[in-house]
């Protein structure tokens, strides 16, 4: 199956405006930029206002120490005049199956603890027995058109009405959405954050913050969640993410897995019952 690269919608900016941004972003000065790549700070100068087409090798090196996701990678070779380098394919795809066996084998052998594959936005791509028996406890209308974490954690009609420390956890998640912003620049991202900061509960918290933002958060923050179809039994979990490593594919750059652990003996207990319970 040939390979379809992604390429931006509508006209781009100049090439050198959207490495000035990402420079921006990323809080890099000409200079250390410049020292970091190999070149000089008038070489970096003359790309950033036009007056120097940056080489495709060049690009590279200065998206490689910006650390610009690979989606925006392409915009940048576009931008320039050269062809997209980078392919996006689905997780269906004939050369994609190695990838999706194994993140299927992976969420598999971390049951009965919930195991999430995300994509860019954070919406579910793959999720294990014990996380969708999770998922169950969320109205029809969340779960449509596809089960985004942000949105079904934080909709006061979602796992925030089953949320005991919903104050500490939504801080978290709404930090992890600015991280993910930050790093993006992702329009999406930037609507989802919109979205949920519209939300009653979470915009009752943030305005309870005169910087409004939700305060600092521990090291480790679990998620406390009480179960009403066990018994209201208290369920504490703590996660990881993780991401592939050197992806030369946009799919697999933006993939993560989320793995979450039981924070306490109890914990881990009432997750074996509810992957037992969960239908096959």
Do not use: K
């Not at 954690?153 to 930050?182: C, D, K, M, Y």
């Not at 521990?218 to 592939?244: E, G, K």
């Amino acid at each position: 199956m040939p390979l379809t690269a992604t390429a931006a919608t509508g006209p781009l900016p100049a090439v050198g405006e959207i490495l000035r941004n990402w420079r921006s972003r990323r809080r890099r000065s000409q200079l250390d930029l410049a020292l970091d790549v190999g070149v000089s700070t008038r070489h970096l100068s003359c790309i950033e206002t036009g007056r120097a087409r940056p080489s495709p090798a060049m690009l590279d090196a200065l998206a490689g120490a910006l650390d610009v996701p690979l989606r925006e990678r392409n915009h940048l070779l576009l931008a320039a005049g050269y062809a997209p380098r980078y392919a996006e394919r689905t997780l269906d795809d004939t050369g994609m199956q190695q990838v999706r066996s194994a993140l299927e084998r992976l969420l598999q052998a971390h049951a009965p603890n919930p195991g999430l594959v995300l994509d860019r936005q954070w919406n579910v791509v793959l999720a294990n027995r014990t996380a969708l028996a999770l998922a169950g406890l969320l109205p029809a209308e969340l779960l449509q058109p596809g089960f985004n974490v942000f949105r079904a954690s934080l909709h006061p009609q979602g796992l925030a009405a089953f949320t005991e420390n919903f104050a500490e956890w939504a801080g978290v998640l709404l930090h992890t959405l600015r991280r993910g912003i930050a790093a993006t620049g992702d329009a999406s991202l930037l609507q989802l954050e919109r979205e949920v900061l519209a939300y009653p509960n979470v915009a009752a918290l943030v305005n309870a913050h005169p910087a409004d933002r939700v305060p600092d958060t521990p090291l480790l923050v679990p998620c406390v969640l009480r179960l009403p179809h066990l018994q209201d039994s208290r369920l504490s979990m703590f996660t990881t993410l993780t991401t592939f490593g050197t992806p030369r594919d946009i799919t697999l750059d933006e993939l993560s897995i989320e793995l979450f652990y039981p924070a306490d003996a109890a914990s881990e207990a009432l997750l074996r019952t509810l992957h037992a319970q969960a239908p096959g």
